[in-house]
């Protein structure tokens, strides 16, 4: 359920299905104005001796690889273009092919092949998809044009400019636009925002539809059922999911019966969003429905070809899934993440992943709709020990803390004399001593969870959950008991005790050694 390099918390109460973001900082720059010489062909005086930039919609993108120019033609990442552009993309290793779709516009192009197919009709190449140094790369122009969106090379920065047509659209309909108050978007958009409790956690939700609300993926990925709250008090129950991406940590879950909620538009305002612009935060932090916090767009980063709102809006556990409207009262992210720090450093996913969901859903709302299936068996009773210790460890080796991630190992799961069930692990040393003081509560959450999980899965076994500090010195440590303290047979010293001691059968008892 964890990626790799997650740096940044989730914001959602009792979740521990984290957010991944590591993020690298995209710059807003202003156009320049594009060489007309230059502007039939990409990169043609383009060097090796000089780095390319590719900016999409004013914005440098930060692409997985290098691009690079052949015989006048710019590549860039297949990937990183493809989700910059807010299209889908599906690499088929066998045929080399490649298969990038968004709503209207499906493009097939093959490694090797100056023929491409637009929504089925043969399209020349100058150039072919190739793969350099195990990645594959495609032309720049010819994709981006493809996805209805214009190109121009600018010789004087070295750079490509890709426009989208909602993205010009959207700067010629800026002068136009009235700035809203705060309290002017809180009138306009206090009632489509909701509460959602499920069976695991809590967290927000836009309405975006007579039954539809977009929220975060990790705030609906492991419930069994839900309900939504809105602001006027009336309760509606969640009949399932009607469609999500892991990938932009979004999800549409629909409700049984009419929301009677006016629903809020998914525009293309986030696509011309910028560092210093204005933005208001509605969500639900610490269950505190619909708190409303201001701040200002800090940066925009990308992570896996996924475009963040870094904002200075204050957000916090529950706020998962809540509205980041710009001062024009548009939408333009899903809340999403947060780092405990004095910057205020939080984030939220650009409305434009939830716009594609939104697409892909079906006229009227479908009847058979089911909540997601838990990554969890639904039972261990009569499981060996060795499968008991897979799934934990394959679960729940990761936490995401308001501090960063914690790493847990060497996972052991054994029954003791007295007939419990006994799961240890070692705690990451380093991050133990970095945070150990800050981290307490997020400790407290994950132990309690994997507890109620075990709870689940064996119903009437006791199980004591040990998460043990584990770690050589030179020297003696000091000012602990003899217990924890041991000589090693090479002359050093090993200091072992619990971080966590975690008790459950049908209630729990924990402490936590922060």
């Known amino acids: 359920m964890f990626k790799n390099s997650v740096l940044l918390s989730t914001v959602i109460a009792g979740s521990l299905l984290i957010a991944p973001l590591s993020g690298g900082a995209a710059h807003a720059a202003s156009a320049q104005p594009a060489s007309v010489a230059s502007a039939a062909k990409l990169a043609v005086t383009a060097t090796s001796t000089k780095s390319i930039s590719v900016y999409l919609n004013d914005e440098k993108l930060q692409l997985s690889s ?28 066998k045929s080399q092919t490649i298969v990038g779709s968004k709503p209207g516009v499906t493009v097939t192009l093959t490694v ?56 010009e659209q959207q700067k010629e309909a800026e002068a136009q636009r009235a700035k809203l108050t705060t309290t ?58 009607a469609a999500y991406d892991e990938d932009y940590d979004l999800a549409i ?40 916090s201001d701040g200002l767009i800090s940066n925009i980063v990308y992570e896996g070809g996924v475009r963040y709102i870094q ?21 333009i992210g899903i809340t999403t993440a947060g780092y405990t720090s004095q910057a205020d450093l939080n984030f939220a ?6 716009r594609l969901l939104y697409a892909g859903l079906p006229a009227k709302p479908a009847a058979n709709v089911k909540f997601l299936e838990s990554p969890l068996p639904k039972t261990l009773v009569g499981a060996s020990n060795e499968r008991i210790q897979e799934v934990i460890a394959d679960n729940f080796s990761y936490l995401q803390t308001s501090e960063g991630l914690v790493e847990f190992s060497d ?65 003696k440590p000091r000012g602990f008991t003899e217990d924890e303290v041991h000589a090693t047979e090479d002359g050093k010293w090993r200091l072992f005790f619990p971080v966590i001691n975690l008790q459950v059968k049908d209630k729990a008892i924990i402490t936590v050694r922060a």
Request: hydrophobic residues 45%; charged residues 20%.
């Open 253 to 292: 879950i629909q409700t049984k019966e009419s929301l009677g909620v006016a629903p809020v538009e998914l525009g293309y305002a986030d696509l011309t969003s910028k560092k210093g612009d204005k933005v208001v935060a509605i969500g639900s932090p610490l269950g505190l429905q619909n708190t409303v």
């Open 349 to 354: 996913v650009a409305v434009t992943y939830g």
């Open 411 to 475: 996972w052991n799961v054994t029954r003791d004399a007295e007939g419990w069930l006994v799961i240890s692990a070692t705690i990451d040393p380093s991050a133990y001593l970095l945070y150990g003081g800050t981290i307490e509560a997020d400790l407290r959450a994950w132990a309690l969870n994997l507890g109620y999980e075990l709870s689940e899965m064996l119903p009437d076994e006791p199980v004591q959950l040990l998460i043990n500090f584990d770690r050589e010195y030179s020297f």
């Open 112 to 167: 090797g092949s100056k023929t491409a197919v637009i929504n089925g009709k043969a399209s020349k190449l100058e150039a072919a998809p190739i793969v350099k140094s195990g990645v594959t790369y495609v032309p720049a122009r010819f994709v981006a044009e493809s996805l209805d969106a214009t190109v121009n090379w600018d010789a004087r920065t070295n750079s490509v400019r890709i426009m989208t047509q909602a993205y």
């Open 66 to 93: 290098p691009p690079f120019v052949k015989d006048g033609v710019t590549f860039v990442p297949m990937r990183s273009i493809f989700t910059a552009l807010g299209a889908s993309v599906y690499w088929e290793s």
């Open 184 to 241: 002017q978007i809180v009138d306009k958009y206090d009632d489509s925002v909701v509460l959602i409790s499920t069976n695991r956690a809590m967290g927000s939700g836009v309405v975006i539809g007579d039954r539809w609300i977009l929220t975060n993926h990790h705030v609906i990925v492991d419930a069994a059922s839900a309900t939504v709250l809105t602001v006027d008090g009336d309760n509606f129950e969640v009949a399932g999911v």
């Open 311 to 331: 904002t200075s809006a204050p957000i916090d556990h529950g706020s998962s899934g809540g509205a980041l409207f710009n001062e024009y009262g548009e939408l």
